[in-house]
């Protein structure tokens, strides 16, 4: 099973890599975490090169099912995040 990367990994990281104290690296990344958060709320889309972009986009009211019972209910519009890979980040993880 693939182990899942959590903050405090990152912060580890961007402590090995770079140097900063342990403080210091958690503020880095929860700093750079909070601006993504902050431009996706304000619904600007986030690129990150060689990486992939973060959009938000936007649904409308529909019908919808439920597959169990067949009973329909009205889906409320909502605001959803997409990821959309880079092909650099999809080459490496097709090459992993």
Excluded: W
């Excluded at 104290?21 to 619904?43: F, K």
């Excluded at 099912?65 to 889906?75: L, S, Y």
């Amino acid at each position: 099973m693939a182990k899942t990367v959590t903050r405090a990994d990152l912060t580890e990281s961007v402590y090995r890599s770079i140097g900063l104290s342990r403080n210091e690296s958690s503020d880095l990344v929860e700093s750079v975490l909070e601006e993504i958060c902050a431009c996706l709320e304000a619904g600007e889309d986030v690129k990150l090169s060689s990486f992939g972009t973060f959009s938000v986009q936007s649904k409308r009211q529909r019908v919808g099912r439920n597959p169990k019972t067949g009973v329909e209910a009205v889906i409320t519009p909502r605001r959803v995040l997409s990821f959309r890979p880079s092909h650099i980040l999809k080459d490496r993880v097709d090459n992993a």
